[in-house]
């Protein structure tokens, strides 16, 4: 049971556009969620959070959607750059489960030039 | 660098050796966290621990599988008589505290069973 979704697998962006990656969850438990960037042969490293009280969380060039109704948040990334190009996961987590992050698949996002 | 440290890098091991794999959180972090990472997935749960306690391991397997991490020195995670399944990348994070706090990652361990 896949509680948390990353339905594309892979998407490609022009660099200058906007990028939008996508994530959806099952679990109306969780309050904390997360978004990851990862490089080859590199640990996730932590891009932005929110948590379950906001709707958008701002950090330079990176925002956060969440519309807890539609279990559904996004990530917008504008302008993407070459350096975007990675794979991009999803969290998850509930104060009730120790907040343990539930993780997407992943989405890699390439940027062309 | 003050970022988790995790080692080796990469590990290699045969059928029925033993596997260890070490952790040091981020300084001023008490909370560690080991995940495992199979080709093509995402990463899934195995255990979170604090200093001296092990606080959930509802993600790790019963048998096999173990982890520590004491009053001195990193987390362990040790896999005793290691079968080609558990081939894969286990991933290691810390965070100051619980609720708002962002995990972060080291490098991860790469786990080859010959």
């Known amino acids: 049971d896949q509680q948390v979704k990353q339905n594309s697998p892979s998407l490609s962006v022009q660099e200058g556009r906007i990028s939008i990656l996508n994530c959806d969850y099952t679990n109306s438990m969780f309050d904390y969620f997360l978004w990851y960037k990862k490089y080859p042969a590199e640990g996730p490293t932590f891009l932005i959070s929110i948590s379950s009280i906001k709707d958008k969380n701002e950090d330079g060039r990176f925002t956060v959607f969440l519309n807890k109704s539609a279990k559904h948040l996004s990530l917008h990334i504008v302008p993407s750059q070459p350096g975007d190009s990675a794979v991009y996961f999803c969290?998850?987590?509930?104060?009730?489960?120790?907040?343990?992050?539930?993780w997407g698949a992943g989405t890699k996002l390439i940027i062309k030039p | 660098n003050a970022g988790v440290m995790q080692n080796p890098r990469h590990l290699v091991r045969r059928r029925g050796q033993e596997a260890r794999l070490r952790c040091s959180p981020m300084?001023?972090?008490?909370?560690v966290y080991w995940y495992r990472q199979l080709p093509e997935e995402g990463l899934k749960f195995m255990v979170y621990l604090q200093k001296e306690n092990i606080i959930d391991e509802s993600g790790m397997p019963k048998e096999r599988f173990s982890a520590e991490f004491p009053k001195e020195g990193p987390s362990i995670l040790r896999i005793q008589q290691v079968v080609r399944g558990d081939s894969a990348a286990y991933f290691c994070?810390?965070?100051?505290?619980?609720?708002?706090?962002?995990?972060?990652f080291g490098d991860g361990t790469r786990l080859s069973i010959l």
């Open positions: 994070a810390s965070s100051s505290g619980t609720g708002d706090q962002p995990q972060h």
């Open positions: 300084k001023g972090h008490s909370h």
């Open positions: 969290a998850a987590s509930a104060t009730d489960s120790n907040y343990q992050l539930i």
